[in-house]
């Protein structure tokens, strides 16, 4: 409730006595979680006030204020929108009626955009998990054989303070199992290593180091994909097939010149038919019907001398 201490939400306010203060935002400009540009810093301020329990404000530690309290044209430090990290994250707006937001949005744009993505951007942040791992690789997943593959590795201590002293190395396994073997350079407080161009294939990579005693291992998988040169220029090149026809002996005809392609085919010596010879030898024994023929053929004749007492 308004007037207690809000531990969890990171904030207190004491003695609003049941009384409210019309109150409009102010954006705090040291607020770094998330981004929102000049253009929309201006337009949220212009938003109306919200109904804010009167008292005096203060936030913890580890609060970050994105809006202030601004009542008239006196700006306070007061707290108005604020995110908090205990041990979870939180969200709070310390006023009621937030849906004049977005119905001013709405009457002054003609659309919600702006509150839309305001609340888009504070769910965003708030459903993000931290990252709590000592040690990341990071590396795209898909490359095209040309591009280079570059790997970027960080390295926490317990204070999750960027350090860069253990050694990295890497490992990558083609489809063929094979492993090529590289390490990590030291670039400011991360790590980097650019292992050049590899075929076309999928690839799965393995980077360790140890601090202070514990392994530490980061691993993923990545394509490299063939370059379609006929899809990367699909406009017709003349000047270079004219070239190419020159130099090899051909003909560059051009679309109203095709009536005339017949004749300049005749009146090319070098253009002269082919004609292709192809035997085959075949084994009489696997050709059971012409052996049968025979047989029979002969068994007729001798049966024919018998008769005739021709032998």
Not at 141 to 149: A, D, G, M, T, W
Not at 202 to 230: D, H, M, P, W
Request: charged share 25%; hydrophobic share 35%.
């Amino acid at each position: 409730k308004f007037g207690q201490v809000n531990r969890n939400l990171g904030f207190r306010n004491v003695g609003s006595g049941g009384k409210t203060n019309a109150v409009l935002g102010k954006i705090h400009e040291g607020f770094s979680l998330f981004k929102l540009d000049q253009l929309e810093q201006n337009k949220i301020q212009d938003f109306p006030p919200l109904t804010v329990p009167f008292g005096r404000y203060t936030v913890s530690n580890n609060t970050s204020v994105l809006m202030h309290q601004r009542i008239g044209t006196l700006n306070t430090k007061y707290p108005l929108v604020i995110f908090s990290e205990l041990n979870k994250k939180m969200g709070s707006i310390l006023g009621e009626g937030i849906w004049r937001w977005r119905i001013h949005n709405f009457d002054k744009y003609e659309n919600h955009n702006l509150f839309d993505d305001f609340i888009s951007k504070t769910i965003q942040f708030l459903a993000l998990k931290e990252d709590k791992r000592k040690f990341r690789v990071e590396v795209d997943h898909k490359f095209l054989e040309n591009q280079s593959i570059e790997f970027k590795s960080e390295l926490y201590n317990k204070n999750y303070e960027l350090i860069n002293d253990p050694e990295v190395e890497l490992s990558i396994r083609d489809d063929n199992d094979k492993i090529f073997k590289y390490s990590f350079n030291r670039t400011g407080d991360f790590y980097t290593v650019d292992i050049g161009h590899l075929p076309e294939g999928r690839y799965t990579y393995f980077a360790k180091t140890s601090l202070n005693g514990e392994e530490l291992n980061g691993s993923g998988s990545f394509v490299v994909s063939s370059i379609q040169l006929e899809k990367t220029e699909v406009t017709a090149n003349h000047i270079m097939m004219r070239s190419l026809s020159k130099r090899t002996g051909g003909l560059s005809i051009a679309p109203e010149q095709l009536v005339n392609l017949g004749d300049s085919l005749q009146r090319r010596g070098d253009l002269k038919p082919v004609i292709y010879e192809k035997t085959d030898f075949e084994n009489v024994m696997d050709l059971e019907w012409l052996l049968f023929l025979i047989i029979l053929i002969f068994s007729f004749e001798w049966m024919l001398r018998k008769q005739n007492g021709i032998f």
